[in-house]
Structure formats: structure tokens, C-alpha cells
């Protein structure tokens, strides 16, 4: 691996990578406007960590050519994609960052469109700054969990966001992009990841969710679930849309 200097914004861009597995193209380059910076800038910077042996870059093979654009950096010359490019680092360069040895990581297409909502929705609320104390990624989350040397019972949640107009609460953040059907799961789900929240004292789960039958169907479980708990409405339980807050952030 060569050494490259990085400018501050491509040191806190490796950082975040870090900490949420990897970016796809798309987020990669609306991370690098969060430091004033275009895709262009953000594409020679994955292109130069990636020659210096720090990052990889893929496809992740969505099974169809979509409108997928062919990279003349990243594809071969007769390549046709059939994914979005990602961006992730190497496991020496992972160490570095989160200060414990990852292992080995690819993305895949099962988990890619969760993964990028989840990045989209932290720079919506939280930018570049990557202080695990304010945004705790599921990546910290699951170490955390496997430091206690003990299997894990509770949810490991998408992630925990440290409120800003109150910085004594910290929230779990949940991201639902598809609805879980059959035999209870959407409400099975939600009572695991709202007693998980209450296990670590937290002040309760932000579901961020897409589509309007999806956001329908959590609220309606989460009115069950108030039922079942003899009260109104859950007072340790928050309900957005999802793209009305990229939206509303600036990350669309």
C-alpha cells in the first residue's frame, strides 16, 4: 500500500466509509458536498485511494443494465454495468479508523439499498461528522456487542443518533425501506428494537421509513403495540417519512 497525503474532507470521507461499510457512488459524492466539494472531486478521490492500495471499487451486479453509466476508471472497456459502483476500504485501512480489525467486507445487493438509505439518512442529520458519540453506526454497534464476549440477544439497531436539541438523549434509529409480512414480523420487529432501546437506556427508536403502504403499516402496528401497553401512543416511539427528510436536508 503507497502513501497518500488525503486533505481533511477526504480523511473524514475514509472515516465515515469506515464506520457505515461503504458508499455507493451516489453517496459518495453527496458526502464530498457536505465539504464543498462536486462528484468529480469525490470520483478522483476514490480513484486515488484506490491506486495508493487503501480502497477497493466494484459493481454490485443488480441482475440488469438500469441506467447504470460505464466508468472509464472503474469499468473495463467492454464491461456493460449492471449495478452502481461502490466505494470501500481495505481491512488494514478499516483498523485504522475503527481502531479494531474488521475483517473482510464486500457489498452486496441484497443489503445495498438499506446500507445507502442509512448513509443518506446520517448526513441528512449529522453531515461529515463523524464522532462515533454523535452518529454510532451498526458496524460500532455490532463490535460493541461482540466486546461483551456474550451472544447477542438484544436488536442491533441501524444505528444510535445523539439528539441535538438535546444532547442528554440519544435515540436508536431504525431505517425501513420494504414491508415484513407474515406471522407478526413488522410487530415483532418493532417491540425488539423498542425494548432493546429501553435495555440501554436510550430515549427510544426514530423509525424512518419509505413509501406511503409502508409508513401506514408501522403506524399501524405502532398504534397495536400502544394497545397492548395500555396507552395512546408510544411516547418512546417517532414515525417520519423518510425521503420527506433527505428531502428537507438537502440529500435527494
Do not use: C
Request: net charge neutral; charged share 30%.
Amino acid at each position: 500500500m503507497s502513501e497518500i497525503r488525503l486533505q481533511p474532507w477526504e480523511t473524514r470521507l475514509e472515516e465515515l466509509t469506515a464506520q457505515q461499510y461503504g458508499l455507493s457512488f451516489d453517496s459518495l459524492a453527496k458526502a464530498a458536498s457536505f465539504a464543498g466539494k462536486g462528484a468529480r472531486a469525490a470520483y478522483r478521490f476514490a480513484d486515488r485511494s484506490k491506486k495508493a492500495g487503501r480502497a477497493y471499487v466494484t459493481r454490485v451486479d443488480y441482475g440488469s443494465p438500469g441506467p447504470w453509466r460505464h466508468s472509464s476508471n472503474f469499468d473495463e472497456p467492454d464491461m456493460v454495468p449492471h449495478g452502481p459502483l461502490w466505494f470501500f476500504l481495505n481491512r488494514e485501512t478499516n483498523w485504522g479508523y475503527l481502531e479494531f480489525d474488521p475483517g473482510e467486507w464486500l457489498p452486496k445487493a441484497s443489503t445495498a439499498a438499506h446500507l445507502t438509505a442509512i448513509t443518506e439518512l446520517r448526513l441528512a442529520l449529522t453531515g461529515l461528522d463523524t464522532n462515533p458519540e454523535v452518529w454510532t453506526s451498526e458496524r460500532l454497534l455490532r463490535r460493541r456487542i461482540k466486546a461483551t464476549g456474550t451472544e447477542p440477544t438484544d436488536r442491533i439497531h441501524d444505528a444510535w443518533f445523539r439528539d441535538f436539541t438535546d444532547p442528554d438523549k440519544v435515540w436508536a434509529i431504525e431505517v425501513e425501506l420494504s414491508r415484513k409480512f407474515g406471522d407478526g414480523r413488522l410487530l415483532r420487529a418493532m417491540t425488539t428494537a423498542l425494548d432493546t432501546a429501553e435495555r440501554h437506556g436510550l430515549a427510544g427508536v426514530l423509525y424512518f421509513v419509505r413509501g406511503a403502504s409502508l409508513l401506514r403499516a408501522v403506524e399501524d402496528t405502532a398504534a397495536r403495540l400502544a394497545h397492548k401497553r395500555g396507552v395512546e401512543s408510544l411516547p418512546n416511539l417517532e414515525i417520519h417519512d423518510l425521503d420527506t427528510t433527505l428531502a428537507r436536508k438537502g440529500v435527494i
